[in-house]
């Protein structure tokens, strides 16, 4: 009996084990959801993206600045700078669209920053390529390829207090914020973090494993990992800002919701480190309800077999006990001649 007790334990002892190992190798499901409110933000922009740029002043830059410009009407004054050209386009037209491809191999670096002023840049550049296309309309009715080079800018309207908000959502490695430094003001100015795990008892699916709160000047990195089957997975996400006259000093940031694998996100605070989303192996266990479910099973299995086991062991002693009380009482019973004579 002793024996089958050994063999019984160390059969469910192994189960237990290769069960802790699967899920220790196993590729989790830890989700990352950031909000944030930063003056600055890079994005490698990745896949096809098309963003309303309302009326926006879109300025870019093309190699032989010599060359005629087929297109729409341009002019130069309003981008600062002579090497750079302004897209003008007729009266008619109340937006721009921007339609936009780039690819894991050959990005589009995208740069967005909010002024004192309530002025909002956007810088656009690829190593190589043309970035897409700008259009004035759904239908494409009017639509002009871009450069490698484009800057946008969203100017507050001084003739009348109109306030105007731009939502562009979007797909690649971000830097919410910046680096301390003397020689750069802009800034993350605060927001949260929350990691998710899978979860079979939540009725999302998911549960909060972990919060964390990003300070002033703090810098949050977002990049794409892998998944169990290879496929690159990037962080997602939408940047919102809303332009105002310059005396509105409210909307001087911009508001940043992205969502991304956790293991791809770094926070890298000012005098604090490096701070990174890496499960250990007992919260990866923790949020495991199946395992400890399976556990629990296992132990209650275990101890109601190794309680059989010890009254089987015993029924020998007992029958013998039972046997010895009943020869016992045969023995001591009356003799029914003798109580007759």
Not at 186 to 207: H, I, N, P
Request: aromatic fraction near 8%.
């Amino acid at each position: 009996m002793a024996k089958i007790q050994v063999f019984l334990f160390l059969g469910l002892l192994l189960v237990v084990v290769i069960a802790l190992f699967n899920i220790l190798r196993a590729h989790a499901s830890w989700q990352l959801s950031l909000t944030a409110q930063t003056e600055i933000i890079d994005i490698k922009l990745v896949g096809r993206t098309q963003w309303d740029i309302g009326q926006a002043l879109v300025c870019e830059r093309l190699p032989g600045r010599q060359k005629a410009v087929e297109g729409p009407e341009t002019h130069e004054n309003a981008c600062g700078s002579q090497a750079w050209q302004a897209l003008k386009w007729p009266d008619t037209a109340n937006k721009q669209l921007l339609d936009l491809t780039a690819d894991v191999g050959n990005p589009i670096n995208v740069k967005i920053s909010t002024q004192a002023s309530g002025v909002v840049y956007m810088a656009l550049r690829r190593d190589s390529g043309p970035l897409g296309f700008v259009s004035t309309d759904e239908s494409d009715s009017v639509r002009r390829p871009l450069a490698s080079q484009v800057n946008v800018s969203w100017r507050p309207r001084s003739e009348v207090r109109q306030v105007s908000t731009t939502v562009l959502p979007f797909a690649g490695h971000t830097k919410v914020g910046h680096d301390v430094a003397w020689s750069v003001n802009k800034m993350l100015q605060g927001g949260q973090l929350a990691v998710f795990a899978a979860s079979e008892d939540a009725l999302a699916g998911r549960t909060l494993a972990e919060e964390s709160t990003l300070m002033l000047g703090d810098q949050v990195v977002l990049a794409g990992v892998r998944d169990k089957n290879g496929a690159l997975v990037l962080p997602k996400g939408f940047v919102r800002f809303t332009t105002a006259q310059p005396d509105i000093s409210a909307y001087k940031t911009m508001d940043v919701v992205m969502f991304a694998p956790a293991e791809g996100v770094d926070i890298e605070r000012y005098g604090g480190g490096k701070y990174s989303f890496q499960a250990s192996w007992w919260v990866k266990v923790k949020h495991q309800s199946t395992l400890v479910i399976a556990l629990v099973l296992l132990t209650g299995f275990l101890t109601l077999a190794s309680s059989l086991l010890n009254v089987l062991r015993a029924m020998p002693d007992v029958k013998r006990w039972c046997w010895g009380r009943r020869k016992k009482a045969v023995a001591n019973a009356p003799d029914d001649d003798a109580e007759e004579g």
